[in-house]
């Protein structure tokens, strides 16, 4: 396996790890509980998440599929990827993102659907990657809407930085959850 491949597919699975923690710190009779009515539910958030891996492995699997159609050549660059690409706009929670009209969640997904379609959708893009182990990669790009023009490794890192901003989400949503007074039934 290519070492930037290698790179970009371990920063992922520790961020996954990380998301599937925050999702399991959140008590299960809470995940689908909105914090307040204008905040997604830990459901729903994954439910986005699911969404925009979907629309982001797409994207990968058509400009890969594209570039090697094109006479794609070999990776000749072998530095550290994870340094090309700055998240912290990604991970600042302090600045509002409103999702896309085409990556907000659907209505009715669990957490447990949306945990086996991220499992599927990691396999998925695990074997786009993999088919194009050894292909130059760096040469092939296309354009995010707030960070412009990525790579296809930096899309990846960009992916991983994503699932991070909403594991911090939900620490928030465990958090709101967790200091919500229950109800006290009248006498």
Same mark, same amino acid.
């Given at each position: 396996?290519?070492?930037r491949i290698r790179e970009v597919l371990a920063d992922l699975?520790?961020?996954r790890a990380a998301l599937e923690r925050a999702v399991h710190a959140v008590p299960a009779e809470l995940r689908e509980r909105r914090p307040a009515p204008d905040r997604w539910s830990v459901a729903e958030v994954l439910g986005h998440v699911v969404l925009v891996n979907g629309q982001i492995t797409g994207l990968l699997t058509s400009v890969i599929d594209s570039a090697r159609a094109a006479g794609l050549g070999a990776e000749?660059? /072998?530095?550290?990827?994870?340094?090309?690409?700055?998240?912290?706009?990604?991970? %600042?929670?302090?600045?509002?993102?409103?999702? +896309? $009209?085409?990556?907000?969640?659907?209505?009715?997904?669990?957490?447990?659907?949306?945990?086996?379609?991220? /499992?599927?959708?990691?396999?998925a893009l695990r074997a786009v990657l993999l088919s194009a %182990?050894?292909?130059?990669?760096?040469?092939? +790009? $296309?354009?995010?809407?707030?960070?412009?023009?990525?790579?296809?490794?930096?899309?990846?890192?960009?992916?991983?930085?994503?699932?991070?901003?909403?594991?911090?989400q939900i620490d928030e949503i465990g958090?709101?959850?967790?200091?919500v007074p229950t109800p006290i039934p009248p006498a």
């Open positions: 396996m290519h070492p699975d520790t961020r000749q660059e /072998t530095s550290p990827v994870v340094s090309t690409l700055d998240i912290s706009r990604i991970l %600042d929670r302090s600045r509002p993102v409103v999702a +896309s $009209a085409a990556s907000q969640p659907r209505a009715g997904m669990s957490v447990s659907e949306a945990e086996a379609a991220l /499992t599927q959708q990691g396999k %182990d050894g292909l130059a990669l760096t040469e092939v +790009s $296309a354009t995010n809407p707030v960070l412009g023009p990525l790579n296809v490794y930096q899309w990846v890192l960009f992916l991983g930085a994503h699932e991070a901003r909403h594991t911090a958090t709101a959850l967790s200091i």
